[in-house]
């Protein structure tokens, strides 16, 4: 990807970001985006009894939706009005056990095509270190 191209076409805050996810599973568990850089996007999830497993972990699933809304999110501020991104695949590799606090993932572009997008998601807990790594492809579709 040419880091010299202007990714973001859209005009987005945080704030602008955090109410697209209103009444919907990215607030139930209490999804906050929290950085937008020049290439990437953040955003955290606690972990606590909504995003655990009975064994008192981060679930994986919890941490697949996180990675997901992450890429999904990435990818709809790089298209135009008019079009929207949509996941056609998520994978993700679970490398640490985590019982409490808040982990952040981070999603940056592989690549940012036409009509394809690929991103990687890496989370990690508080103390930074990796918990998982996932990797989502979107269809860009007209809206």
């Not at 996810?21 to 955290?44: M, N, T």
């Amino acid at each position: 990807m040419d880091r010299s191209a202007k990714l973001w076409r859209r005009e987005a805050s945080l704030e602008s970001m955090n109410a697209m996810g209103a009444d919907s599973l990215v607030h139930h568990l209490d999804i906050r985006f929290e950085k937008i850089g020049v290439d990437f996007l953040e955003a955290s999830m606690p972990v606590d009894r909504r995003t655990v497993q009975p064994f008192g972990i981060l679930h994986g699933g919890a941490s697949v939706v996180l990675a997901e809304t992450l890429a999904s999110v990435a990818a709809y501020l790089c298209v135009e009005e008019g079009s929207a991104a949509v996941g056609v695949e998520i994978n993700a590799n679970h490398l640490r056990r985590v019982r409490e606090g808040r982990v952040t993932g981070r999603a940056t572009p592989v690549s940012v095509g036409a009509r394809i997008h690929v991103w990687e998601v890496d989370i990690a807990d508080e103390s930074g270190a990796r918990v998982c790594v996932a990797r989502s492809t979107l269809a860009i579709i007209d809206a």
